[in-house]
Protein backbone atom coordinates (compact mmCIF):
# COMPACT_ATOMS: atom_id res chain seq x y z
CA UNK A 1 0.00 0.00 0.00
CA UNK A 2 3.24 2.76 0.53
CA UNK A 3 2.91 2.91 -2.98
CA UNK A 4 -0.30 4.81 -3.22
CA UNK A 5 1.36 7.49 -0.53
CA UNK A 6 3.51 10.47 -1.81
CA UNK A 7 7.19 9.54 -3.61
CA UNK A 8 8.63 10.51 0.17
CA UNK A 9 6.53 8.07 2.20
CA UNK A 10 8.41 5.83 4.15
CA UNK A 11 7.71 4.10 7.49
CA UNK A 12 10.28 4.17 10.37
CA UNK A 13 9.83 2.77 14.14
CA UNK A 14 6.74 1.51 12.90
CA UNK A 15 5.46 5.53 12.33
CA UNK A 16 4.15 6.53 8.38
CA UNK A 17 6.28 9.37 7.24
CA UNK A 18 5.82 11.80 4.22
CA UNK A 19 8.49 14.52 3.05
CA UNK A 20 10.73 13.36 6.33
CA UNK A 21 8.28 13.93 8.74
CA UNK A 22 6.34 12.17 10.59
CA UNK A 23 2.62 12.23 10.30
CA UNK A 24 1.63 12.11 13.78
CA UNK A 25 4.39 15.50 13.82
CA UNK A 26 1.91 16.92 11.44
CA UNK A 27 -1.39 16.15 13.36
CA UNK A 28 0.35 17.22 16.51
CA UNK A 29 1.47 20.76 15.19
CA UNK A 30 -1.59 21.36 12.84
CA UNK A 31 -4.35 19.44 13.89
CA UNK A 32 -7.09 17.18 12.54
CA UNK A 33 -8.55 16.52 9.88
CA UNK A 34 -4.82 17.47 7.60
CA UNK A 35 -4.47 17.31 3.60
CA UNK A 36 -0.31 16.50 3.45
CA UNK A 37 1.44 17.60 0.14
CA UNK A 38 4.77 16.50 -0.40
CA UNK A 39 6.06 19.10 -2.96
CA UNK A 40 8.83 16.54 -4.43
CA UNK A 41 5.69 14.15 -5.57
CA UNK A 42 4.19 17.33 -7.12
CA UNK A 43 7.31 17.95 -9.16
CA UNK A 44 7.84 14.91 -10.30
CA UNK A 45 4.52 14.48 -11.59
CA UNK A 46 4.79 18.05 -13.64
CA UNK A 47 8.34 17.39 -15.12
CA UNK A 48 7.09 13.82 -16.29
CA UNK A 49 5.05 15.72 -18.52
CA UNK A 50 7.39 18.17 -19.51
CA UNK A 51 9.73 15.06 -20.53
CA UNK A 52 6.68 13.51 -22.23
CA UNK A 53 5.52 16.58 -24.42
CA UNK A 54 8.72 19.07 -24.19
CA UNK A 55 7.03 21.19 -27.06
CA UNK A 56 3.33 21.42 -25.46
CA UNK A 57 1.75 23.62 -22.91
CA UNK A 58 1.15 21.99 -19.66
CA UNK A 59 -1.52 23.48 -17.92
CA UNK A 60 -2.69 22.87 -14.37
CA UNK A 61 -6.20 22.13 -13.80
CA UNK A 62 -7.06 24.22 -11.63
CA UNK A 63 -10.14 22.90 -10.26
CA UNK A 64 -8.37 19.51 -8.49
CA UNK A 65 -7.19 21.74 -5.88
CA UNK A 66 -7.28 25.32 -6.34
CA UNK A 67 -4.31 26.67 -4.01
CA UNK A 68 -2.16 29.35 -4.77
CA UNK A 69 1.20 27.98 -3.63
CA UNK A 70 0.32 24.93 -5.23
CA UNK A 71 0.33 27.13 -8.34
CA UNK A 72 3.26 28.90 -7.75
CA UNK A 73 4.71 25.51 -7.15
CA UNK A 74 4.01 24.47 -11.01
CA UNK A 75 4.79 27.86 -12.52
CA UNK A 76 8.46 27.37 -11.58
CA UNK A 77 7.88 24.41 -13.26
CA UNK A 78 7.41 25.66 -16.65
CA UNK A 79 3.64 24.68 -16.06
CA UNK A 80 0.44 27.12 -16.53
CA UNK A 81 -2.99 27.38 -15.33
CA UNK A 82 -6.50 26.03 -16.66
CA UNK A 83 -9.08 28.36 -14.94
CA UNK A 84 -13.14 28.20 -15.62
CA UNK A 85 -14.21 30.88 -13.02
CA UNK A 86 -12.87 34.40 -11.84
CA UNK A 87 -12.44 32.57 -8.43
CA UNK A 88 -9.75 30.13 -10.15
CA UNK A 89 -8.41 32.84 -12.10
CA UNK A 90 -7.64 34.57 -9.31
CA UNK A 91 -5.72 31.96 -7.67
CA UNK A 92 -3.86 31.70 -10.64
CA UNK A 93 -3.39 35.33 -10.71
CA UNK A 94 -2.46 35.68 -6.76
CA UNK A 95 0.23 33.01 -8.01
CA UNK A 96 1.85 35.30 -10.52
CA UNK A 97 1.00 32.69 -13.36
CA UNK A 98 2.34 34.06 -16.25
CA UNK A 99 -0.60 35.02 -18.60
CA UNK A 100 0.81 33.20 -22.27
CA UNK A 101 0.24 29.92 -19.76
CA UNK A 102 -3.39 30.77 -18.69
CA UNK A 103 -6.30 29.03 -20.36
CA UNK A 104 -9.41 29.91 -20.04
CA UNK A 105 -12.20 27.93 -19.65
CA UNK A 106 -16.52 27.99 -18.68
CA UNK A 107 -19.44 26.56 -20.39
CA UNK A 108 -21.46 29.57 -18.62
CA UNK A 109 -19.01 32.60 -18.80
CA UNK A 110 -20.32 35.78 -17.58
CA UNK A 111 -19.16 38.99 -18.91
CA UNK A 112 -17.24 39.67 -15.93
CA UNK A 113 -15.18 36.07 -16.52
CA UNK A 114 -15.11 37.16 -20.43
CA UNK A 115 -13.30 40.38 -19.40
CA UNK A 116 -11.34 39.34 -16.45
CA UNK A 117 -9.61 37.00 -19.08
CA UNK A 118 -9.18 39.83 -21.46
CA UNK A 119 -7.65 42.00 -18.88
CA UNK A 120 -5.39 38.96 -17.75
CA UNK A 121 -4.14 39.01 -21.29
CA UNK A 122 -4.85 34.73 -21.25
CA UNK A 123 -3.58 32.96 -23.80
CA UNK A 124 -6.40 31.28 -24.67
CA UNK A 125 -10.12 31.61 -24.04
CA UNK A 126 -11.91 28.58 -25.13
CA UNK A 127 -15.10 29.38 -26.67
CA UNK A 128 -18.08 27.03 -25.40
CA UNK A 129 -21.23 28.00 -27.10
CA UNK A 130 -22.55 29.93 -30.32
CA UNK A 131 -24.12 32.29 -27.74
CA UNK A 132 -20.64 33.90 -26.15
CA UNK A 133 -19.03 34.52 -29.11
CA UNK A 134 -20.51 38.09 -29.85
CA UNK A 135 -20.05 38.38 -25.80
CA UNK A 136 -16.30 37.47 -25.87
CA UNK A 137 -15.85 39.86 -29.24
CA UNK A 138 -17.65 42.88 -27.14
CA UNK A 139 -15.33 42.02 -24.09
CA UNK A 140 -12.27 41.91 -26.18
CA UNK A 141 -11.27 38.67 -26.51
CA UNK A 142 -8.83 38.23 -29.88
CA UNK A 143 -7.58 34.68 -29.17
CA UNK A 144 -9.41 31.45 -28.94
CA UNK A 145 -10.30 28.05 -29.00
CA UNK A 146 -13.40 26.08 -29.83
CA UNK A 147 -14.22 23.15 -27.61
CA UNK A 148 -15.57 20.15 -30.16
CA UNK A 149 -17.23 17.78 -28.30
CA UNK A 150 -16.82 14.80 -30.74
CA UNK A 151 -19.59 12.02 -29.46
CA UNK A 152 -16.83 9.81 -27.57
CA UNK A 153 -18.19 7.72 -24.60
CA UNK A 154 -15.32 7.91 -21.81
CA UNK A 155 -14.98 4.63 -19.77
CA UNK A 156 -15.64 6.84 -16.25
CA UNK A 157 -18.01 7.44 -14.20
CA UNK A 158 -21.22 8.93 -16.14
CA UNK A 159 -21.03 12.65 -14.45
CA UNK A 160 -17.40 12.79 -15.56
CA UNK A 161 -17.46 12.16 -18.87
CA UNK A 162 -17.24 15.27 -21.11
CA UNK A 163 -16.83 14.86 -24.64
CA UNK A 164 -20.18 12.50 -25.34
CA UNK A 165 -23.21 13.55 -27.74
CA UNK A 166 -25.82 15.43 -25.28
CA UNK A 167 -22.87 16.70 -23.09
CA UNK A 168 -23.65 20.06 -21.39
CA UNK A 169 -19.91 20.63 -22.67
CA UNK A 170 -18.69 21.89 -26.37
CA UNK A 171 -20.13 21.78 -29.44
CA UNK A 172 -21.09 18.98 -31.55
CA UNK A 173 -19.16 19.10 -34.99
CA UNK A 174 -21.61 21.26 -37.62
CA UNK A 175 -22.19 23.83 -34.42
CA UNK A 176 -18.64 24.40 -33.95
CA UNK A 177 -17.84 24.57 -37.52
CA UNK A 178 -20.74 27.58 -37.66
CA UNK A 179 -18.67 28.47 -34.30
CA UNK A 180 -15.42 29.06 -36.22
CA UNK A 181 -16.54 31.06 -38.89
CA UNK A 182 -18.66 33.35 -36.28
CA UNK A 183 -15.72 34.19 -33.88
CA UNK A 184 -13.64 34.80 -36.70
CA UNK A 185 -16.10 37.02 -39.00
CA UNK A 186 -16.25 39.23 -35.07
CA UNK A 187 -12.72 39.89 -35.10
CA UNK A 188 -11.49 37.04 -32.72
CA UNK A 189 -8.92 34.88 -34.00
CA UNK A 190 -9.60 31.40 -33.70
CA UNK A 191 -5.74 29.64 -32.61
CA UNK A 192 -7.25 25.78 -32.65
CA UNK A 193 -9.48 23.49 -31.23
CA UNK A 194 -9.90 22.20 -27.98
CA UNK A 195 -11.44 18.45 -26.51
CA UNK A 196 -11.75 16.42 -23.46
CA UNK A 197 -12.83 13.17 -23.12
CA UNK A 198 -13.86 13.35 -19.16
CA UNK A 199 -11.92 12.62 -15.83
CA UNK A 200 -10.20 9.95 -13.97
CA UNK A 201 -9.54 7.89 -17.30
CA UNK A 202 -7.79 4.53 -16.48
CA UNK A 203 -7.50 3.68 -20.32
CA UNK A 204 -6.53 5.39 -23.96
CA UNK A 205 -9.29 3.85 -26.42
CA UNK A 206 -11.72 7.23 -25.91
CA UNK A 207 -8.51 9.69 -25.63
CA UNK A 208 -7.17 8.02 -29.01
CA UNK A 209 -10.32 7.97 -31.00
CA UNK A 210 -10.85 11.85 -29.69
CA UNK A 211 -7.94 12.69 -31.44
CA UNK A 212 -8.99 10.66 -34.63
CA UNK A 213 -12.46 12.44 -34.49
CA UNK A 214 -10.60 16.03 -34.34
CA UNK A 215 -8.57 15.22 -37.21
CA UNK A 216 -11.71 14.11 -39.60
CA UNK A 217 -13.03 17.31 -38.39
CA UNK A 218 -10.08 19.61 -38.99
CA UNK A 219 -9.97 18.18 -42.38
CA UNK A 220 -13.59 19.39 -42.90
CA UNK A 221 -12.74 22.84 -41.58
CA UNK A 222 -10.28 23.16 -44.00
CA UNK A 223 -11.94 22.30 -47.04
CA UNK A 224 -15.26 24.18 -45.68
CA UNK A 225 -13.14 27.13 -44.42
CA UNK A 226 -9.69 27.40 -45.55
CA UNK A 227 -9.10 26.90 -41.89
CA UNK A 228 -6.96 24.64 -40.05
CA UNK A 229 -6.02 24.96 -36.18
CA UNK A 230 -2.57 25.72 -35.26
CA UNK A 231 -2.85 24.97 -31.61
CA UNK A 232 -5.10 21.66 -30.63
CA UNK A 233 -5.33 20.83 -26.50
CA UNK A 234 -6.71 18.03 -25.66
CA UNK A 235 -7.43 18.50 -22.04
CA UNK A 236 -6.66 16.11 -19.74
CA UNK A 237 -8.19 13.48 -17.20
CA UNK A 238 -5.69 10.81 -16.28
CA UNK A 239 -7.00 9.21 -13.61
CA UNK A 240 -4.75 7.85 -10.50
CA UNK A 241 -4.73 4.99 -8.11
CA UNK A 242 -6.48 4.84 -5.00
CA UNK A 243 -6.27 1.51 -4.12
CA UNK A 244 -3.93 -1.62 -5.09
CA UNK A 245 -5.72 -2.96 -7.24
CA UNK A 246 -5.95 -0.02 -9.39
CA UNK A 247 -4.58 -0.18 -12.90
CA UNK A 248 -3.66 3.17 -14.40
CA UNK A 249 -1.37 4.02 -16.97
CA UNK A 250 1.58 5.97 -16.24
CA UNK A 251 2.04 9.57 -17.42
CA UNK A 252 4.74 9.06 -19.92
CA UNK A 253 2.26 6.21 -21.61
CA UNK A 254 -0.62 7.97 -21.67
CA UNK A 255 0.78 11.56 -22.90
CA UNK A 256 3.44 9.08 -25.39
CA UNK A 257 0.35 7.38 -26.74
CA UNK A 258 -1.83 10.85 -27.25
CA UNK A 259 1.82 12.49 -28.77
CA UNK A 260 1.77 9.81 -31.10
CA UNK A 261 -1.32 9.39 -32.60
CA UNK A 262 -1.95 13.51 -33.02
CA UNK A 263 1.06 13.21 -35.23
CA UNK A 264 -0.38 9.92 -37.34
CA UNK A 265 -3.91 11.30 -37.48
CA UNK A 266 -2.60 14.86 -38.44
CA UNK A 267 -0.45 13.46 -41.27
CA UNK A 268 -2.93 10.87 -42.33
CA UNK A 269 -4.91 14.03 -43.57
CA UNK A 270 -2.45 15.93 -44.57
CA UNK A 271 -2.54 18.43 -41.80
CA UNK A 272 0.62 20.46 -40.30
CA UNK A 273 1.38 19.47 -36.56
CA UNK A 274 -0.11 21.82 -34.30
CA UNK A 275 1.03 22.98 -31.15
CA UNK A 276 -0.12 20.66 -28.19
CA UNK A 277 -1.63 21.67 -24.95
CA UNK A 278 -2.48 19.19 -22.00
CA UNK A 279 -4.58 20.37 -18.79
CA UNK A 280 -3.50 17.62 -16.42
CA UNK A 281 -5.04 18.17 -12.63
CA UNK A 282 -5.68 14.81 -11.08
CA UNK A 283 -2.55 12.82 -12.36
CA UNK A 284 -0.85 15.96 -10.90
CA UNK A 285 -1.84 16.30 -7.27
CA UNK A 286 -3.71 13.63 -6.30
CA UNK A 287 -1.02 11.46 -5.94
CA UNK A 288 0.71 13.82 -3.94
CA UNK A 289 -1.92 14.20 -1.12
CA UNK A 290 -2.76 12.13 1.61
CA UNK A 291 -5.25 12.96 4.49
CA UNK A 292 -4.44 12.24 8.12
CA UNK A 293 -7.94 11.83 10.89
CA UNK A 294 -7.95 11.22 14.25
CA UNK A 295 -10.01 7.92 15.17
CA UNK A 296 -13.12 8.55 17.86
CA UNK A 297 -15.64 6.10 18.12
CA UNK A 298 -15.06 2.21 17.20
CA UNK A 299 -18.49 0.68 16.90
CA UNK A 300 -19.82 -2.87 15.80
CA UNK A 301 -22.58 -2.22 14.04
CA UNK A 302 -23.11 -6.31 13.11
CA UNK A 303 -21.72 -9.19 13.31
CA UNK A 304 -20.11 -8.11 9.73
CA UNK A 305 -19.47 -4.38 10.04
CA UNK A 306 -17.45 -2.57 12.62
CA UNK A 307 -17.46 1.18 12.09
CA UNK A 308 -14.18 3.71 12.69
CA UNK A 309 -15.38 6.93 12.65
CA UNK A 310 -13.32 10.10 11.69
CA UNK A 311 -12.95 13.15 12.83
CA UNK A 312 -13.75 14.31 8.96
CA UNK A 313 -15.84 12.33 6.21
CA UNK A 314 -17.88 13.43 3.21
CA UNK A 315 -17.32 17.74 3.88
CA UNK A 316 -13.53 16.78 3.26
CA UNK A 317 -14.35 14.36 0.58
CA UNK A 318 -17.38 14.12 -1.35
CA UNK A 319 -15.79 11.82 -4.11
CA UNK A 320 -17.22 8.52 -2.37
CA UNK A 321 -20.74 9.69 -2.52
CA UNK A 322 -20.44 11.87 -6.06
CA UNK A 323 -18.79 8.65 -7.84
CA UNK A 324 -18.45 5.83 -6.22
CA UNK A 325 -14.57 6.69 -5.38
CA UNK A 326 -12.86 3.87 -3.84
CA UNK A 327 -10.10 4.36 -0.74
CA UNK A 328 -7.94 2.24 1.10
CA UNK A 329 -5.71 3.51 4.50
CA UNK A 330 -3.91 2.54 7.22
CA UNK A 331 -2.69 3.63 10.89
CA UNK A 332 -0.48 6.28 10.77
CA UNK A 333 0.71 5.77 13.69
CA UNK A 334 0.82 2.04 14.03
CA UNK A 335 2.03 1.34 10.30
CA UNK A 336 4.10 -1.85 10.90
CA UNK A 337 1.52 -4.25 12.81
CA UNK A 338 -0.68 -6.59 11.55
CA UNK A 339 -4.09 -6.05 10.48
CA UNK A 340 -6.54 -7.95 13.14
CA UNK A 341 -9.74 -7.62 10.87
CA UNK A 342 -11.80 -5.92 8.15
CA UNK A 343 -13.53 -2.33 9.07
CA UNK A 344 -15.64 0.90 7.64
CA UNK A 345 -14.07 3.69 8.04
CA UNK A 346 -16.86 6.47 8.07
CA UNK A 347 -17.67 10.13 9.07
CA UNK A 348 -19.02 12.36 11.49
CA UNK A 349 -21.50 13.44 9.48
CA UNK A 350 -25.43 12.83 10.01
CA UNK A 351 -25.91 10.80 6.67
CA UNK A 352 -26.03 7.09 7.00
CA UNK A 353 -24.41 7.49 3.33
CA UNK A 354 -20.69 8.99 4.88
CA UNK A 355 -18.90 6.26 4.58
CA UNK A 356 -15.73 7.15 3.34
CA UNK A 357 -14.02 2.95 3.07
CA UNK A 358 -16.13 0.86 2.94
CA UNK A 359 -14.19 -2.29 3.94
CA UNK A 360 -10.39 -1.92 5.15
CA UNK A 361 -7.84 -4.00 6.38
CA UNK A 362 -6.35 -2.32 9.83
CA UNK A 363 -5.31 -3.16 12.96
CA UNK A 364 -7.66 -3.13 15.86
CA UNK A 365 -8.04 0.84 15.78
CA UNK A 366 -8.70 3.07 18.83
CA UNK A 367 -9.53 6.06 19.93
CA UNK A 368 -7.25 8.46 19.08
CA UNK A 369 -5.25 6.45 16.14
CA UNK A 370 -4.62 8.20 13.61
CA UNK A 371 -5.78 7.19 9.84
CA UNK A 372 -3.97 8.07 6.94
CA UNK A 373 -6.21 8.26 3.49
CA UNK A 374 -3.23 8.24 0.45
CA UNK A 375 -4.51 9.78 -3.31
CA UNK A 376 -6.86 12.64 -1.79
CA UNK A 377 -4.75 15.64 -3.26
CA UNK A 378 -7.12 16.30 -6.13
CA UNK A 379 -11.07 16.65 -5.50
CA UNK A 380 -10.99 16.23 -2.42
CA UNK A 381 -10.51 19.51 -0.07
CA UNK A 382 -11.25 21.44 -3.54
CA UNK A 383 -14.57 20.46 -3.15
CA UNK A 384 -15.58 20.40 0.57
CA UNK A 385 -18.07 21.81 2.22
CA UNK A 386 -19.55 23.07 5.39
CA UNK A 387 -22.00 20.34 5.73
CA UNK A 388 -23.35 19.97 9.54
CA UNK A 389 -21.32 23.47 10.23
CA UNK A 390 -18.13 21.34 10.01
CA UNK A 391 -14.98 23.50 9.31
CA UNK A 392 -13.03 22.57 6.53
CA UNK A 393 -9.46 21.21 7.16
CA UNK A 394 -5.68 22.81 6.72
CA UNK A 395 -3.54 21.72 4.13
CA UNK A 396 0.33 21.75 4.68
CA UNK A 397 3.04 21.19 2.03
CA UNK A 398 6.43 19.54 3.24
CA UNK A 399 9.94 18.91 1.94
CA UNK A 400 13.07 17.49 3.94
CA UNK A 401 11.43 17.79 7.18
CA UNK A 402 9.74 20.85 6.92
CA UNK A 403 6.31 21.87 6.50
CA UNK A 404 4.22 24.63 5.54
CA UNK A 405 0.12 25.52 5.79
CA UNK A 406 -0.33 26.42 2.48
CA UNK A 407 -4.28 26.49 3.07
CA UNK A 408 -4.88 27.44 7.10
CA UNK A 409 -7.95 25.61 9.03
CA UNK A 410 -11.53 26.93 9.24
CA UNK A 411 -13.07 27.80 12.49
CA UNK A 412 -16.48 27.91 13.23
CA UNK A 413 -15.96 31.84 13.31
CA UNK A 414 -14.96 31.91 10.18
CA UNK A 415 -18.37 30.06 9.17
CA UNK A 416 -20.21 32.69 11.30
CA UNK A 417 -18.63 35.38 9.97
CA UNK A 418 -20.63 35.11 6.71
CA UNK A 419 -23.72 35.00 9.26
CA UNK A 420 -26.04 38.45 9.35
CA UNK A 421 -27.81 38.20 12.25
Known amino acids: MLDLFPDTASIADGELRVGGRRLSSLAEEFGTPLLVYCEATIRARARAYRAAAPDALIVYGTKAFPNVALLRLLAEDGLGADVSTLGELGFAR ?14 NKGDSELQAAVESNAAFVVLDSLEEIVRAATAGVRRSLIRVTPGVEADTHESIRTAHVGSKFGLPPDDAIVAISA ?12 VHVGSDLRGLDASLAAVDRLAVFSASCRDELGWIPQVVDLGGGLGTRTVAEDDVLSIEEYVSALVERLAASWDRHGLPQPRLVLEPGRSLVAAAGCTV ?15 VAIDG ?8 QLYGARHTALLANRAKERPAGRFAICGKHCEEGDVLIGEVELPQPRRGDLLAVPSTGAYTLGMASNYNG ?32
Open 94 to 107: RAGMPPERLVVHGN
Open 183 to 194: ARTAGIEVAGLH
Open 293 to 307: YHVGVVKPASEEVTY
Open 313 to 320: GMSDNPRP
Open 390 to 421: VPRPAAVLVRDGEASVIRRRESVEDLLAYESG
